[in-house]
């Protein structure tokens, strides 16, 4: 068992609950931006070694909860554990983003690949309970994987692209082939997702990094349909606590509506999307997590906090959403200028949530 949650903010908005005021945390808040961040991973001597170590995932998890106010911890991992549980050969060169030493281009890699389950990704396992002793309640932890989709762009790209050439021409030339690998992922998805739930996960995330740079009828295929897979394969009640879920498409603004039919309990948006035209669509369904742009960040006091209240108003009163970055956070970011936008959120976020007239009628028993 784990020690009591003190701080259920961010959950209760999920689930669109009553809350004090809008809980806020930052998509790769633990990160380059920190100079702890940077001198744990000189520690651990590079990046993969932070997420194979349950102890250093731990402490990096930690470090921005320890200089801000944030309201959820994520765990300190990547999408790609997972393809590199698959035998690709996952590495990270200096400036270059991830690479794969074998790329998957063929029926017959495809066929190669094995379908993983959660003992395949022990180590993540182990970091997930880790941090959530840690936590000690604290906040609740956040788990998270890739979309099927996204984590396919990485595969058969071979790394990070600008053009997606290899999996779109897989897409229209091969689309059964790419439709066998969506398949596996989506199971592998699932077993690791399930996986962290047992192991502490309070709350779930989906990546969807790279859904948004499909066409309307080919994200409904090829993106949505796997992530609505695993949403119905996943837990979503352990040990009496609903575990919510998020599904983040960064550039999927003009599918919320597709997306809240796939069943998470809220949408993350980016900065290009209305946070109250997104509300009047779909508000009735789900909560919104977001969606200041992280360039924000750039700017000093007076700016951040000006650009928060228009998110909050944006959004408007009541509870259903939870504060958040429209993408992560940039690693030249001022590390005291989060400081500056968690504090807003939290001072400004309150009025949004005080009782109004109406409530104030229902409580005196007036009509
Ligand atoms: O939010 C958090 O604090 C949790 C940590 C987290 C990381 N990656 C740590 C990380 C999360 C949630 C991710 C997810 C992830 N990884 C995504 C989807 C999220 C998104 O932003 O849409 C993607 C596309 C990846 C793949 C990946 N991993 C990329 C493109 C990179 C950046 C490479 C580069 O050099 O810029 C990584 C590396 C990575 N993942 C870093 C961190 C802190 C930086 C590694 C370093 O220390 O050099």
Known sequence: MFPELKNDRFLRALLKQPVDTTPVWMMR????YLPEYRASRANAGDFLSLCKNDAFACEVTLQPLKRYKLDAAILFSDILTIPDAMGLGLYFEAGEGPKFKHAVRSKADV??????TADDLDYVMKAVTT???A???HVPLIG??????TLATYMVEG???KDFRHIKAMMYQTPEVLRALLDKLARSVTEYLNGQILAGAQAIQIFDTWGGILSGPMYQQFSLLYMKQIISGLIREHQG???PVIVFTKNGGQWLENMAAAGPDALGLDWTTDIGEARARVGHQVALQGNIDPCVLYADKEVIEREVENVLAGFGHGTGHVFNLGHGIHQFVHPDHPKYLIDAVHRLGAK??????DDLDALNGLD
Request: hydrophobic fraction near 30%; charged fraction near 15%; aromatic fraction near 12%.
């Open 29 to 32: 808040q633990a990160g380059r």
């Open 111 to 116: 066929d190669a690949l094995p379908v993983t």
């Open 131 to 133: 941090i959530r002793h």
């Open 135 to 137: 936590l000690n309640g």
């Open 144 to 149: 998270f994987s890739g979309s099927p989709w």
């Open 159 to 161: 790394g990070s692209s």
């Open 241 to 243: 606590q609903k575990i």
């Open 352 to 357: 949004y949530h005080e009782p109004q007239f």
